[in-house]
């Protein structure tokens, strides 16, 4: 197993603010790692300290075995891709994909033969004499990832940079990133505050929240066993139910809520009797009218206060008093839930082991 | 009825653009005329006045005329590129490495010379170059010097001084081209390998292209048409054109030779610049924006 990023002990601090806070990871080679976290989490000053555009406070970036301390951007061997792509608008596109070339002093036979095989690669093949003004979106994407990836660095770094493109491009980004990723091998590391993005395309993602890093995991694990609060209620959709821890026993925890009922909750960790509770519930997670037969299931009458629909992600809003927080529940688009309407009671269940139960400290 | 609502609704502007039709019309489009004219005149062997392009043809038959014109070319040429040297730093100082707070007071500072008239500047700078003045007395008082050095009178001081009274004219078009100058694509070109050097050349110029045009055209022209620097500066062998111009008009009581000159001086800057901008590959209405 090669080790091409090994972030250690890492803090950076500006005057009285702790941007990044005692960060740890290593990335494998090959691999895309992601860092995902909220704006202003500190996710940006991380990617910027591996480029080289700030110095750490304290601690060690190493690229394959070499320490970064004291090497400037221009030396190192990992490239940036902006959040606004930084294309140079003065250049076209082969002088653009062609400039990190030439600061190497590649001959011009050379560049002309490797800009080539990049367009070819990032599908835009015979675009070497466009106008950066003359590109969409998309290509103007490709032609800034070809523009890092010609250079052939170890870590690609990429800032956000789907951040701009509509939706549906974007997710077409997504799926092209990912493939091109996997054929060329480059290590990528990626950061973003949409939790698709990272859960789609890495094979590593890190939550990170106010300059910490809550969680490293692969996607699946990140959004069936979140390690913190805060990454069940980050990445994808959660409910939260607050209460009072009651009892224990074999990984679920007795938990009391404020209305008075008690419920059964499925924790990764030993909860003791006493401590405050949320327990955190998917929205699949949740079964609308469960039959009656069904074995270990919390049930709860609720209203439904609406419906939003939003095809195969549609949602019902449900309020109760035994709930303090409005809950959301999927609503499968099977016709078997139609007659449900707005104003509605209805009764919900979940598996006693679906959620996820944490102390609050 | 629709014509007198059209009619109507144009007044104000001719109100508005009386004043500074009348302005143009009359004190610089009637006298540029009148000078025209004047130039194409000479006196013939008997005293009259008759129509000629001698005045012109003077200008390259008597070597001085264009000979001086040359010098006053080339140092403004000079000129304009020592101040876009100095700016250059300056404007990218201000825009980029400056923290926010003190931009403003830093283009405050660069402004704050030019509160009070040339003549007073040019002064101050007398005061401070001359024999008995401040920098020779302190030179001489820390022994670095002897006998105290005449600093002024001389094509160097005469320079600086046109540097000094021009830069504003290029640090502001600058400031505004690199303000528009995205900090990530300067960052982009450090990551993809280069040098400071490279970035100053390959980036930094190029998108501050428009500004440095539009600032060049400005400080050349101001040089060019300089007559108080060089004359108070540069000293009486300074040999600035529009010091003939003035010989023309004022000792030789030439009018007419003189409106030929100013002419010449119009026509030759101009096509300086239309060749400037062809070599930078600029457009004048990008330039002018």
């Known amino acids: 197993m090669h080790i091409d990023l090994s972030v250690k002990h890492v803090s950076k601090r500006f005057e009285s603010f702790t941007a990044v806070d005692d960060v740890c990871f290593e990335v494998e080679k090959g691999k895309f790692f992601s860092i995902l976290g909220p704006s202003g989490c500190g996710k940006t000053t991380l990617l910027r300290m591996i480029a080289g555009f700030e110095e750490p406070s304290e601690g060690n970036i190493f690229i394959g075995a070499q320490n970064m301390a004291d090497i400037p951007p221009n030396r190192r061997p990992v490239n940036l891709i902006f959040q606004h792509l930084a294309l140079f608008p003065m250049m076209n596109v082969a002088e653009n994909i062609g400039f990190g070339l030439a600061r190497r002093n590649e001959s011009k036979a050379e560049i002309k033969k490797k800009v080539a095989d990049i367009l070819e690669r990032v599908n835009l093949p015979g675009f070497d004499s466009k106008k950066i003004h003359q590109l969409s979106g998309g290509q103007k994407q490709r032609v800034a990832i070809a523009r890092s990836l010609v250079l052939d660095p170890t870590v690609l770094l990429l800032d956000e940079p789907l951040g701009a493109l509509d939706l549906k491009l974007r997710e077409q980004m997504k799926i092209e990133l990912k493939k091109l990723q996997e054929e060329v091998g480059t290590t990528f590391v990626y950061i973003t505050h949409d939790q698709s993005e990272a859960l789609v395309m890495s094979d590593h993602v890190a939550v990170m929240n106010e300059g910490r890093f809550e969680q490293i995991d692969r996607p699946q694990n990140l959004y069936s066993k979140p390690a913190s609060p805060f990454v069940a209620r980050f990445v994808g959709n959660n409910n939260r139910l607050p209460g009072t821890c009651v009892g224990y026993a074999d990984g679920i925890a007795e938990l009391k809520l404020t209305s008075g009922e008690t419920i059964a909750a499925g924790t990764e960790r030993q909860i003791t009797p006493g401590a405050q509770a949320e327990l955190f519930i998917r929205p699949e997670s949740i079964i609308i009218e469960p039959a009656e037969e069904l074995p270990e299931l919390n049930r709860i009458q609720v209203m439904v206060s609406s419906i939003l629909f939003d095809g195969a992600n549609s949602q019902l809003l449900a309020t109760s008093p035994a709930l303090a927080e409005e809950f959301l529940i999927s609503l499968p688009q099977n016709r078997q839930y139609e007659h449900i309407c707005a104003g509605d009671r209805v009764e919900i269940g979940w598996d006693f082991r679906a959620g996820n139960c944490f102390t609050v400290p | ?289």
């Open chain 2, 1 to 289: 009825m629709k014509t007198l609502a059209e009619a109507k609704s144009k007044l104000p502007l001719f109100i508005f653009l009386t004043p500074i039709l009348l302005w143009l019309i009359l004190l610089i489009v009637l006298p540029h005329l009148d000078l025209l004219r004047m130039s194409f005149r000479i006196e013939n062997d008997y005293g009259d006045m008759v129509w000629s392009v001698n005045n012109y043809l003077e200008f390259f038959r008597e070597p001085i005329y264009w000979l001086t014109f040359t010098r006053t070319a080339l140092y403004a040429i000079i000129v304009t590129f020592l101040t876009l040297c100095i700016s250059l730093p300056v404007a990218f100082y201000i825009t980029k490495v400056a923290p926010p707070k003190f931009k403003g007071f830093l283009s405050l500072l660069l402004l704050m010379p030019f509160w009070v008239s040339e003549l007073v500047r040019i002064y101050g700078w007398m005061i401070l170059l001359r024999e008995s003045g401040v920098v020779n007395h302190f030179l001489l008082r820390w022994g670095v010097l002897r006998q105290p050095v005449e600093m002024l009178y001389n094509d160097v001081a005469m320079t600086m001084g046109l540097v000094y009274t021009s830069m504003l004219f290029m640090v502001v078009p600058l400031l505004s081209v690199l303000d528009s100058l995205d900090d990530s694509l300067i960052e982009a070109a450090f990551d993809l390998g280069s040098s400071m050097i490279t970035i100053v050349w390959k980036i930094i110029i190029p998108h501050a292209m428009p500004g440095i045009a539009s600032g060049s055209i400005v400080v050349f022209m101001l040089s060019l048409g300089n007559y108080l620097t060089p004359n108070l500066m540069g000293g009486k062998n300074s040999l600035w054109f529009t010091e003939q111009i003035y010989n023309q008009f004022i000792a030789s009581f030439n009018w007419n030779q003189g409106s030929a000159f100013g002419f010449l001086l119009l026509i030759i800057s101009s096509l300086i610049i239309f060749v400037g901008l062809k070599l930078t590959k600029q457009k004048l209405s990008g330039v002018i924006q």
